[in-house]
C-alpha cells in the first residue's frame, strides 16, 4: 500500500507531500489542484511502462506542466505587502514525482534536455535526469535499490553488491521499463509490476454514442476497460466467477427491485435492464446517462482481478444525487481488496462515504486541497512538521 504521494513542480503543485491510507478522499473547490494530483498520478504509472515522456508532450510538455509561479514566495508577498514578482530561474527545472510505501519507495526527476549532437524535432522532449527506489517508507543511502543518473544505472545485486550499467539507457527512458530483469534487478521488476497494476478511471462516456451502449462480442473480462465498451461482459465476468450477490445487490440498492442480464446475440453481448414495472427490459442504448453510468461503476469497483491501487476522478458526474450513496457503499465493498484514491467535487459522496466507513471498519483520509498565492496545498496543514517526511534524490 502507498503510505506517501510527492509531486514537485507539476502544474500548481509546487510542492506536495501528502500522506495515503487505505480509503481516501480528495476534495477542495474548482481549481485547487484536484486534477493536478490525479494526472500526477496516472504520470508515475506511466513511468512503470515507458510513457511518461509522451504523456507529458500530450499535456505541453515541461512548459505548460511546470509550475508557473516563482522559485521562492517571501514574507512580504505572503503579508501582501509586495506583489508577486518574475524571477530568473536560480535552480535546475525540475518536474518531479514520488511515491513510498512499507515496502517499496520510487522517485523520478524530469527536467530539459541537453543540447547535443545534430538538430533534432524531439528537442523539446523532457529528459529523466535521476530516478530512484529504494525499501521502505524514506529514501535513505542503505535503503537504495537502484540508482540512475543520466545514463548511468546501479542495481542492488542479491550479495548486497552493485551492477552497475554506463550509457546503456536513453534519457527519455525509464529504468522501471528498461532494468527491470528479474535476475539482476529482481526488485525493480517488482516495483513495476506493481505499478502497472494501478488502475485509473476518469470521465467514462455515456452519450448517445458511447461505446458503452453497443452490443460487443464477449470474451471473459476482469477488468473494465478505459472506455466501458465492454462492459456487458465485465458485468458477465462479475456474475460468473466474482461477487454476483455484491453485484445484485448494488443494483438493487440504486434502483430499487431491478435486476440485470446479458443477452447473447451469437457471441455479442447486450446488457439489459430488467425494471420492476415494465414488460421488457430496457437495452443499453435506452438507459440514461446516469444509470449507465452508474452501472460502469458497478462492473469497476466489483472487479474479480482488483488492482492493488485504483484511482478515481469524478465518479459522481451524470449521477442524481440519490445514487451517491449507493456509490458510496461501493467504494467502501471495494476497498476490502484494494486501496483506493477518490478525487470529487461531490461533498455528499464524501460525506456517505465518511457516514458508511464504520460499518466497513474504515478509517477515511479525507485530504482537502486549498490553493495559496497559485500553489495547492493541503488545508489545516500550518508547518513542514505535519507532512509525512519525504527525500528526492539529488541530481
Known amino acids: 500500500m502507498i503510505t506517501t504521494l510527492a509531486v514537485e513542480n507539476y502544474r500548481s503543485l509546487r510542492k506536495l507531500i501528502v500522506p495515503l491510507d487505505r480509503l481516501n478522499v480528495v476534495t477542495g473547490a474548482n481549481g485547487t489542484g484536484k486534477s493536478s494530483l490525479y494526472r500526477a498520478l496516472r504520470l508515475l504509472a506511466e513511468s512503470a511502462r515507458g510513457g511518461a515522456i509522451s504523456a507529458l508532450a500530450h499535456e505541453g510538455g515541461l512548459p505548460s506542466t511546470l509550475w508557473a509561479g516563482p522559485e521562492k514566495l517571501g514574507r512580504a508577498v505572503r503579508e501582501g505587502r509586495h506583489a508577486v514578482q518574475g524571477t530568473v530561474r536560480t535552480e535546475p527545472v525540475s518536474l518531479r514525482l514520488g511515491f513510498a510505501g512499507d515496502d517499496f519507495g520510487y522517485a523520478v526527476d524530469f527536467g530539459h534536455p541537453q543540447p547535443s549532437g545534430p538538430a533534432s524535432l524531439f528537442n523539446l522532449d523532457p529528459e529523466i535526469k535521476r530516478e530512484a527506489t529504494w525499501a521502505g517508507p524514506v529514501l535513505r543511502p542503505a535503503a537504495l535499490l537502484s540508482d540512475r543518473a543520466g545514463p548511468a544505472v546501479r542495481t542492488r545485486t542479491a550479495d548486497g553488491g ?184 461531490a461533498r455528499p459522496l464524501a460525506d456517505a462515504i465518511e457516514k458508511g466507513a464504520p460499518r466497513h471498519r474504515l478509517d477515511v483520509n479525507s485530504i482537502e486541497l486549498v490553493k495559496e498565492f497559485g500553489q495547492t496545498t493541503v488545508a489545516g496543514r500550518e508547518s513542514l512538521l505535519d507532512e509525512p517526511l519525504w527525500h528526492w534524490p539529488k541530481r
Open 162 to 345: 552493485w551492477h552497475r550499467s554506463v550509457n546503456e539507457i536513453r534519457p527519455y527512458d525509464s529504468m522501471l521499463s528498461e532494468f527491470a530483469d528479474p535476475q539482476l534487478a529482481p526488485d525493480l521488476l517488482r516495483l513495476r509490476e506493481l505499478i502497472r497494476s494501478w488502475r485509473f478511471y476518469d470521465h467514462v462516456r455515456t452519450d448517445a454514442e458511447a461505446p458503452a451502449r453497443a452490443a460487443r462480442v464477449g470474451t471473459r473480462t476482469p477488468v473494465l476497460s478505459g472506455d466501458g465498451s465492454d462492459l456487458a461482459a465485465a458485468l458477465q465476468t462479475i456474475r460468473e466467477t466474482g461477487d454476483h450477490a455484491a453485484l445484485d445487490a448494488a443494483v438493487d440498492d440504486a434502483f430499487p427491485g431491478s435486476r440485470i442480464d446479458v443477452a447473447d446475440h451469437g457471441g455479442r453481448f447486450e446488457l439489459l435492464l430488467h425494471q420492476h414495472g415494465l414488460l421488457r427490459p430496457l437495452g443499453a442504448a435506452e438507459l440514461s446517462d446516469g444509470t449507465l453510468r452508474y452501472l460502469l461503476w458497478t462492473a469497476a469497483l466489483l472487479t474479480p482481478r482488483p488492482p492493488s491501487l485504483l484511482v478515481l476522478n469524478e465518479p459522481e458526474t451524470s449521477l442524481h444525487p440519490d445514487l451517491l450513496r449507493p456509490l458510496a457503499e461501493l467504494i467502501l465493498t471495494a476497498t476490502k481488496d484494494t486501496q483506493i484514491v477518490l478525487v470529487t467535487h
